[in-house]
């Protein structure tokens, strides 16, 4: 102990770059946190560039008139077999990670006021958002494969008759497809749904075994004894990261 | 947020992080925000048809999302400005990298059909 005490003070007086402490004013693990994430945020952009290039490479093909219209393929929610409803099991799906964030954030915030108790808390809670917007994404793929998705083939293309059926049919009402309605559309769009859709999965089933350690460390009470829960903080890190993901995915995947 | 660290502000070895609570109000109100802006794309989605300027949008209002986000619940308002700045200079240049392939993906598009 004296002899890190001597350290610290002879680091006093070497100026900020020269490794004593952190030009960026926060924690060595903190900093890679951010690194790693910045990291990871360019795996996301180089999958979303392929799949805006390739979208926009597809616009029109020999048969169909566009792309999928995401309205004519994610319009299922659970329980309501048969109806038109577009969207809205996706926005139950960014309710609930909406949710979780923000039960992360109120953990991070007991945290800094070292209330072991709301810690616990508030990550039970994160960690069943987690679990609940993996179940909803479960069933999600399950329907879309059920419905014919394959990573080497399309056949959600539309044609004409169909972009007019599925735009006369109004919100929540019954909705069937009818014969010629639907044709071979452009490949990588299954594929690249899944990549992308599953990569976030992954990263939030990651992101909740995280939570999950995390949430066992503060129970036995492992940051009490350390006198902080920075840890909470890196792993919220990291949960607001897939939830910041999810926001573009939401964008270009179901709204667009 | 400030570009230079005064001496004693990190201590490699010594280390306690900032502990203050700023409170959970600023948190309600990012997640009410969050929220309002998800329902407002909902609607959007059904009232308007789509059209290129719906798609604008879209992407605005996801981006103001990941402001929010990123500001707020990941804290980086907060943050050293050389911190933020060395996260979000790359991710501009990745939004320039996105829509310069959009253009080459419909010239590609075009090519096809020559």
């Known amino acids: ?256 | 947020m400030e570009f230079y660290n005064k001496p004693g502000d990190y201590d490699a070895i010594n280390y306690i992080p900032h502990t203050e609570s700023h409170g959970t109000k600023e948190l309600w109100k990012t997640f009410w925000l969050l929220l309002g802006i998800t329902l407002f794309d909902f609607m959007i989605y059904f009232v308007m048809p789509a059209s290129g300027f719906r798609n604008f949008i879209f992407i605005f209002f996801g981006l103001v999302k990941a402001y929010f986000i990123v500001g707020a619940f990941m804290h980086l308002k907060h943050e050293k400005m050389t911190l933020a700045l060395i996260i979000l200079v790359p991710t501009i240049f990745i939004c320039g990298l996105i829509i310069g392939l959009l253009y080459e993906g419909s010239a590609l598009e075009v090519m096809k059909s020559m």
């Open chain 1, 1 to 256: 102990m004296a002899n890190q005490t001597t350290t610290a003070a002879s680091f006093e007086n070497q100026p900020t770059w020269a490794g004593g402490r952190s030009p960026f004013n926060v924690s060595y693990g903190k900093l890679m946190m951010w690194i790693f994430l910045l990291s990871d945020a360019f795996t996301f952009s180089s999958l979303l560039v392929q799949y805006g290039t390739q979208r926009f490479s597809n616009v029109v093909t020999a048969i169909t008139t566009k792309w999928p219209d995401p309205a004519s393929i994610f319009n299922h929610f659970p329980g309501m077999h048969g109806f038109h409803l577009p969207l809205l099991f996706v926005s139950v799906m960014t309710f609930i990670l909406i949710l979780s964030s923000v039960t992360m954030v109120l953990a991070v915030e007991a945290g800094h006021r070292n209330s072991k108790k709301e810690v616990a808390k508030f990550m039970i809670y994160t960690i069943l958002g987690g679990l609940a917007f993996l179940s909803c994404q479960a069933w999600e793929w399950y329907t879309f494969i059920h419905e014919g998705a394959r990573l080497d083939g399309n056949t959600f293309g539309i044609t004409k008759q169909g972009y007019d059926h599925l735009h006369s049919v109004s919100f929540g009402s019954h909705f069937e497809w009818e014969v010629g309605d639907r044709t071979f559309g452009p490949v990588p769009f299954a594929a690249l749904f899944f990549i992308v859709t599953g990569f976030h999965g992954f990263h939030v089933f990651s992101g909740v075994v995280i939570n999950v350690v995390v949430y066992i460390m503060t129970v036995r009470g492992v940051f009490e004894r350390r006198g902080h829960y920075e840890m909470i903080e890196k792993a919220g890190l990291y949960w607001h990261f897939v939830d910041l993901v999810w926001v573009f995915v939401f964008t270009f995947f179901y709204l667009i």
